[in-house]
């Protein structure tokens, strides 16, 4: 059986504390995830496993400010530049939109100069959810709620005496919502990134500035989010700024511990680029087949802006492997 990392108290800003299982773990990991995935979807295209529902996505534009901090000009952020994005939004876990879940924004900017640590070249990808952090606070719990999922027995899995995980229920009911529409909440990275080449840490969170909010829908339907985004779009752009947010305390900020957020008045988060997507089909049968069949990994990443953190090392494997998996069963 997995067991539980320990960690140091004598952290150091931006310091990982890897404990050489990550590898190991990614890939029983893996097992796990592929056998309930096909178990799910045992012919034909495979969901993922999160982010599970595409709301749609979006061309764009992601255009690097000029007057941010000088140490956030790092990467990406060194000079001031309008760069092409692709975003992809979608429910976590649900596929009827007027059940409360959580939702999740992956872009992609293109054009990026530099090599990434793992990837295609020119690309730069980010992962949000729409909740500032995670209910398991280290891969091995992660592990845990997976495999209790598939073994139906998600009670004792957070009520178990022994081992109880009343704090990851209480994050994934404080998550879960239901928004007017996609466009109108914020997003947040959860887990800690490198920025430039230094000890710098940094979380990542989007967050609206459209001059349009949507109004409460007349009906809570399975597809009333799509329909939000289309009305936004019809009446004025879409507009949100991209924020940093520098780890500024080893201890109250730790990269180990995703159930911890970072607290912003203590470190606020800071503009550094701005997102915009116009008027665009987004729904027709190419497009969410397009979208669909899009992958992201928070490794295809400049050096500058390298994930850190235990999470973050197993994500590499399970994403890219996943994303294969797909590609694959949807070729059936």
């Known amino acids: 059986m997995l ?14 504390s890897l404990q050489g299982n990550e590898q190991q773990l990614a890939q029983e990991m893996l097992k796990l995830i592929t056998q309930v995935s096909l178990e799910r979807d045992p012919s034909g295209p495979v969901k993922r496993l ?3 529902k595409t709301q749609g996505c979006f061309n764009g534009s992601f255009t690097v400010r000029n007057d941010i901090p000088e140490h956030f000009k790092q990467g ?9 994005v692709y975003a992809r939004f979608a429910n976590a876990s649900t596929m009827d939109d007027s059940e ?16 990434p640590v793992w990837g295609v070249q020119g690309r730069q990808d980010f992962l949000m959810n729409s909740y500032p952090v995670l209910f398991a606070q280290s891969p091995e719990v992660f592990y845990q709620f997976i495999q209790a999922q598939h073994d139906d ?51 990542y969170s989007v967050k609206p500035c459209s001059d349009y909010t949507s109004s409460e829908p007349n009906e809570y339907s399975a597809d009333y989010l799509r329909q939000a985004m289309k009305k936004h779009l019809t009446k004025t ?20 511990d995703a159930t911890v957020e970072w607290d912003e008045e203590v470190s606020p988060f800071v503009t550094v680029a701005d997102i915009e997507f116009t ?25 500058e802006h390298r994930p ?17 998996l797909r590609r694959a069963r949807s070729n059936l």
Request: proline content about 4%; overall charge neutral; some cysteine.
């Open 237 to 256: 752009p879409v507009c949100f700024e991209f924020m940093l947010q520098q780890q500024s305390d080893a201890t109250a900020m730790p990269i180990e």
């Open 76 to 84: 990406l952020f060194a000079h001031a530049r309008r760069y092409p």
């Open 308 to 324: 850190l953190g235990r999470i973050n090392q197993v994500r590499k494997l399970i994403y890219q492997q996943m994303a294969a």
């Open 279 to 303: 008027q665009q089909d987004f729904s027709s049968d190419e497009a969410l087949s397009r979208c669909e069949n899009a992958s992201f990994n928070p490794w295809q990443s400049l050096a």
């Open 3 to 16: 067991g539980y990392a320990s960690f140091s108290d004598a952290q150091q800003l931006g310091q990982e």
């Open 100 to 115: 409360k879940d959580l939702r999740g924004l992956s872009l992609r900017v293109f054009d990026v100069q530099g090599l």
């Open 153 to 203: 027995g998600l009670v004792g899995f957070f009520l178990n005496p022994f081992d109880s995980h009343l704090k990851a229920l209480r994050i994934l009911l404080q998550a879960r919502e239901r928004p007017n529409s996609v466009f109108d909440i914020r997003y947040w990275s959860t887990t800690a990134y490198r920025l430039g080449r230094d000890e710098l840490a940094v979380k």
């Open 50 to 52: 999160n982010q599970v």
